[in-house]
């Protein structure tokens, strides 16, 4: 095997580690600055986990490189205990703590958007949920659909862009879809019958045709770059839906090798493929850092908020165990995606 064969192999998986450790960085960042804002005094800003390449000691804070670029972290002096000094996280306002801790998912929301917005720009033409032709032998010409047609809602689920119309058909459990078009100015409640392919097991909705692209002006750039970064969101939303009432299991999760897998792949096909890949992660860890699940910052701004409310701390103790039975939960998911990952991957 050549050193070329060897790199085109390596260096897809190399740019999908170094993103990962990226994102984490902007969601460490997010606190770090945030706290340095409210002058919470920050002991470490740790970029990867495991132990230390290097550090360098600044005024009141180490910044130090680790060798395991997957994590990181940004330690606060009282975060997790009591302490005396007057710029300890424990010490400051309820709503400066609040700041700080949603600060790290507003950051990944934020790198999300910046690259929804890099991907609407760079594309020749903004896309609509309007039909502009369709494949030769498409089915749907046939069972429902007319070109013109502006697709409104997929089985419940109202759609603004293309992804939302990807999305809709992609859930759909056989080839009928009950939509709603707007056609001649008017709304049309229709049901429309596709053809289906298998894909990795499950059957899925072939979609036959073209969605019209309109000219890119700065307005409906800025406004396609919001609904898609909605749509990124709403799509973390229904896969917890989907995971609750139990029509995916923990098996069809992707963990972190999975998800290097997949972004490795995105990045052998296309820049496009590969960005679209990490928009929808750094919006998917954004999110899932607001769920308020023991462990992440959605619990703490939980306990906040209510401590807001009710001018009473949760007890340090409490809050501890809570804590750590949370991680040793997601710890143990996690575990089982990534053996799951691994193993399709064998």
Known sequence: MSISSIWNSVYP???????F???????????FFAAKLMKIKVNEFSVGMGPKIFQIKGKNTNYTLRWILFGGYCSMEGEDTESDDENAFVNKKVWQRIFVVAAGAIMNL????IIVLIIVSSQNLVGTTQIAKFEDDALSSSRGLQVGDTIKSIDGMRVYT????TTGLSRSPDGSVDMVVLRNSQEKKITVEFATEE???????????WLRGVDKTPANVLLQTFRESVSYARMVFLSVHDLIIGRYGLSDLSG?????????????TSVFSMLRIMALLTINV???NLFPIPALDGWRLFVLIAEGITRRKLPQKAEYIINAAGLI???????IVTFSDITKLV
């Open 21 to 31: 450790e990226f994102i984490i960085v902007i969601h460490e960042g997010g606190h």
């Open 110 to 113: 934020i790198l999300g958007f």
């Open 286 to 288: 954004g999110l899932f």
């Open 13 to 19: 998986i190399i740019i999908a580690i170094l993103f």
């Open 329 to 335: 939960l997601l710890l143990g998911i996690m575990c």
């Open 162 to 165: 293309t992804n939302d119309v």
């Open 256 to 268: 972190p090798v999975g998800a290097v897998s997949v972004v490795s792949d995105a990045v052998k």
């Open 199 to 209: 894909y990795e097991g499950n059957q899925f909705i072939k979609m036959d045709f």
